[in-house]
């Protein structure tokens, strides 16, 4: 392992021991942690003239807040049908879960003093939220705003900290990367279920009312749809080929993930692209 990756070994380490509490992971799910954020948020302050065990401090705190959002998360993107099968003690819990992550961040921070950046964090939750109910109202008048609450929602926190240290470019490349990542998943899982959230969110904006009135989109309809985020995803492919380029000493593990991604895009967008 190289040194990159045994030091967001450690963190991960640290971030898991901060999370496992014994009665949560008997009664609701382990929380997921993202390693592309861990690997951002590192990337971002590596070069920051800072100790590593302030760097580790934030970098843990951002994603106790991430780990307790999308712990959140878990309890308002549940459907109907699947909360009448779950235990109402298990939603609680799972309510209850996500303010301990977040309670755990502003520990971190609260022992060493580090006022403004409890500050910072907490008006990216407030970003986050705001742009959650956007979305879930599909309150959009056009793609760009719709693309733009994504990228958002996905990458304020990161976004935050990056500024926090005056580094625009980091900035600019996590909301561009976690951007194509939420774009893949929302192409792949429409490949699957042929109707979702995002698609039909795309739907409004794109067509009129009395066409969206439908209830299945028409064939002319889908392929638009499908137009647009393979053109979208491919826009953002390229705005991250320049992000990269200007960056002179990225680390090559996030070099690597960028790639990885790039191999995830569907090969039905990448022949969709080519043949509009």
């Known amino acids: ?18 999370i496992t509490h014994p009665y949560l992971v008997k009664h609701i799910k382990y929380p997921v942690i ?6 951002l948020l590192y990337s971002a302050l590596e070069s920051i003239p800072l100790a590593d065990e302030k760097k580790e401090q934030y970098i843990l705190s951002t994603m106790l807040v991430q780990i307790a959002l999308d ?42 003093n580090d006022i403004t950046m409890i500050k910072t964090l907490a008006h990216s939750i407030k970003q986050i939220n705001e742009h959650k109910i956007a979305y879930y109202q599909k309150e959009f008048d056009g ?32 909301v561009n990367f976690l951007l194509l990542k939420r774009l893949i998943m929302e192409r792949n899982k429409y490949a699957l279920d042929k109707s979702t959230f995002f698609f039909d969110t795309m739907k409004r904006i794109a ?47 996030l070099k690597s993930r ?3 991604l790039y191999y995830e895009i569907p090969f039905s967008s990448k022949k969709f692209v080519e043949e509009g």
């Open 143 to 174: 793609m760009e705003t719709l693309m733009d609450s994504l990228g958002k929602i996905e990458s304020s926190l990161i976004q935050s900290v990056s500024q926090y240290f005056s580094d625009s470019v980091f900035k600019e490349l996590s």
């Open 1 to 18: 392992m190289s040194h990159i990756q045994i030091h967001i070994s450690t963190i991960k380490e640290q971030l898991h021991n901060l």
């Open 71 to 112: 712990t959140h998360d878990l309890v308002t993107n549940t459907r109907i049908d699947q909360m009448k099968k779950d235990n109402a003690k298990n939603r609680q819990l799972t309510v209850l879960a996500g303010d301990y992550y977040s309670g755990l961040h502003y520990q971190l921070l609260a022992k060493s």
């Open 258 to 260: 960028i790639q990885e």
């Open 207 to 253: 067509f009129s009312k009395s066409q969206t009135e439908k209830m299945d989109p028409s064939k002319d309809q889908e392929t638009y749809m499908l137009y647009l985020i393979d053109r979208y995803i491919e826009h953002v492919r390229k705005t991250i080929d320049q992000i990269v380029g200007s960056i002179p000493n990225m680390n090559h593990l």
């Open 34 to 39: 993202d390693e592309d954020k861990l690997l």
